[in-house]
């Protein structure tokens, strides 16, 4: 019992050691460790790619940004999401992540139909009004505050005229972002909050261009 106890005590000393660490120093996880946490199935039973594509909506046939690809679990599903006729594009600025994600993409005969590529959140590398949805899952917190507003200011540039933008949290990753506070940032950045859907572990976030909810689109 004692041991047990142990444990849960040293587990839980080491998650407030890794979350003050990544508040201080916002950075992605070592991929050693994105394997171990992300691709397992005790994470896919409880928060799996199915959390994100259920609020995603209709996805088929539509042109998919993803920021922050990881081991590549979401991209794949993304992937087989949109169908034939749609498109992924990720991007990582971890090239190990893209590198494993283009395996499992090739394991998955999915090359074809998506394109992932080593790239940063603040210049991405796609055209204006070229993508449909942009997705971004436990990511954003990674990302250093001074420039998270430049990167939802490139998610703006990029997403087309009915483009959406899907932001997923989950605790407790060490770099989660309440849903009040990250409401905050995507309306300060130019969004409109369209719906926050799931609970306070585990939550997605849909926000639309403000531009769209105001009189005649101006």
Do not use: C
């Not at 990582?92 to 283009?102: I, S």
Request: no cysteine; net charge positive.
């Amino acid at each position: 019992m004692w041991v047990i106890i142990g444990v849960v005590l040293a587990l839980a000393a080491g998650w407030v050691a890794v979350r003050i660490d990544g508040k201080r120093n916002p950075r992605p996880m070592a991929m050693r460790w994105e394997q171990f946490f992300l691709d397992n199935p005790v994470r896919r039973r409880f928060f799996g790619p199915a959390v994100v594509l259920a609020h995603l909506g209709a996805v088929r046939g539509l042109k998919i940004g993803e920021i922050g690809v990881g081991v590549g679990v979401v991209t794949e599903a993304l992937t087989v999401a949109t169908g034939e006729n749609g498109k992924v594009w990720g991007i990582d600025v971890q090239p190990d992540a893209v590198r494993r994600t283009r395996r499992r993409l090739g394991r998955a005969q999915l090359s074809s139909r998506a394109k992932v590529v080593v790239a940063d959140g603040t210049a991405l590398p796609w055209p204006d009004s070229s993508l449909d949805r942009i997705v971004m899952v436990a990511v954003l917190g990674e990302v250093p505050p001074a420039d998270r507003y430049r990167v939802l200011q490139e998610v703006l540039r990029v997403l087309g005229p009915h483009g959406k933008l899907v932001i997923t949290e989950f605790w407790p990753d060490p770099h989660y972002i309440a849903a009040p506070r990250l409401a905050q940032m995507v309306t300060r950045a130019g969004f409109r909050v369209e719906g926050t859907l799931g609970n306070r572990w585990i939550y997605t976030t849909v926000a639309i261009p403000w531009k769209r909810s105001a009189p005649n689109g101006h």
